[in-house]
């Protein structure tokens, strides 16, 4: 009995120092696995509390206007363009002085959408007194009866001529950075084009000229031109030349 109770304790020693541990599985032999990660506080910032990468756009202001990078009309501009432009001859005349000589017409008008393109319409031109005392002279451009262009000639100041001020007098504000030219020798002109003016009248759109003699005022005018992208109806009209007219309109040049 005592030598079978030796050998029993003898085996045990032996297990205990050499076999592996009794119960444990293949997973519990292997490398423990990382811990799951801890749960974030409760008073942690989150994703939406901590700044974007850089990688990533910061988000836009709260208060940013939606159409902060558009042009505009001032508040307190002269005239209003948004009442005229787009209405019929007899509403824009009714913000306008007495009629100043001979108008004209002719039987196309023209876009830059951005290659010029003539189309048929009925076009018609005429300069007006300015009842306002800010100008010499305005000439309204018409299409299929709808004013279409404004025209302001011989600006008013005792400033520094600028064409930024020259915006200001006809009451526009622009975002883009004009194109500088010199279509003659005497003759400055900055225009903006639609997607520097990104100006929108009435839902259309429209480019800037400002053109200048000499840095004076009474030499300077600013013209305001429709310059929408044609609607089917009037590709289905245009034209490869223009028709013939006898005077030639206030909006017609061809931008740089």
Same mark, same amino acid.
């Given at each position: 009995? @005592?030598?079978?109770?030796?050998?029993?304790?003898?085996?045990?020693?032996?297990?205990?120092?050499?076999?592996?541990?009794?119960?444990?599985?293949?997973?519990?032999? $292997?490398?423990?696995?990382?811990?799951?990660?801890?749960?974030?506080?409760?008073?942690?910032?989150?994703?939406?509390?901590?700044?974007?990468?850089?990688?990533?756009?910061?988000?836009?202001?709260?208060? &940013?206007?939606?159409?902060?990078?558009?042009?505009?009309? =001032?508040?307190?501009?002269? =005239?209003?363009?948004?009442?005229? =432009?787009?209405?019929?001859?007899?509403?824009?005349?009714?913000?306008?002085?007495?009629?100043?000589?001979?108008?004209?017409?002719?039987?196309?008008?023209?876009?830059?959408?951005?290659?010029?393109?003539?189309? %048929?319409?009925?076009? &018609?031109?005429?300069?007006?007194?300015?009842?306002?005392?800010?100008?010499?002279?305005?000439?309204?451009?018409?299409?299929? /009866?709808?004013?279409?262009?404004?025209?302001?000639?011989?600006?008013?100041?005792?400033? &520094?001529?600028?064409? %930024?001020?020259?915006?200001?007098?006809? /009451?526009?504000?622009?975002?883009?950075?004009?194109? %500088?030219?010199?279509?003659?020798?005497?003759?400055? @002109?900055?225009?903006?084009?639609? $997607?520097?003016? @990104?100006?929108?009248?009435?839902?259309?759109?429209?480019?800037?000229?400002?053109?200048?003699?000499?840095?004076?005022?009474?030499?300077? @005018?600013?013209?305001?031109?429709?310059?929408?992208? =044609?609607?089917?109806?009037?590709?289905?009209?245009?034209?490869?030349?223009?028709?013939?007219?006898?005077?030639? /309109?206030?909006?017609?040049?061809?931008?740089?």
């Amino acid at each position: 009995m @005592r030598g079978t109770m030796k050998r029993v304790l003898l085996l045990s020693a032996v297990c205990l120092a050499g076999c592996p541990e009794v119960g444990r599985g293949p997973a519990e032999n $292997s490398p423990p696995a990382k811990a799951d990660p801890a749960p974030a506080k409760a008073d942690s910032p989150t994703q939406a509390d901590t700044p974007p990468s850089k990688a990533d756009p910061a988000p836009a202001k709260a208060d &940013a206007p939606a159409d902060a990078s558009l042009g505009s009309v =001032l508040e307190d501009a002269p =005239l209003p363009l948004a009442s005229m =432009l787009g209405a019929d001859p007899k509403t824009a005349e009714s913000h306008l002085g007495p009629v100043q000589g001979k108008g004209g017409q002719r039987k196309s008008c023209v876009r830059f959408v951005p290659d010029r393109a003539f189309f %048929e319409c009925a076009h &018609a031109w005429q300069r007006y007194a300015d009842k306002t005392g800010h100008f010499e002279t305005i000439e309204m451009l018409y299409e299929d /009866g709808q004013a279409a262009s404004i025209v302001f000639e011989g600006l008013r100041g005792d400033d &520094a001529f600028s064409p %930024e001020a020259a915006l200001q007098k006809v /009451g526009l504000k622009l975002p883009g950075k004009p194109t %500088e030219s010199a279509p003659t020798e005497e003759v400055k @002109r900055w225009s903006w084009f639609n $997607s520097e003016a @990104r100006l929108l009248i009435g839902g259309r759109q429209y480019r800037v000229e400002v053109s200048n003699i000499g840095g004076d005022w009474d030499k300077t @005018r600013v013209d305001v031109i429709l310059n929408d992208p =044609l609607t089917d109806a009037q590709k289905a009209k245009i034209l490869a030349t223009p028709a013939a007219d006898g005077n030639g /309109g206030g909006a017609e040049g061809s931008p740089e």
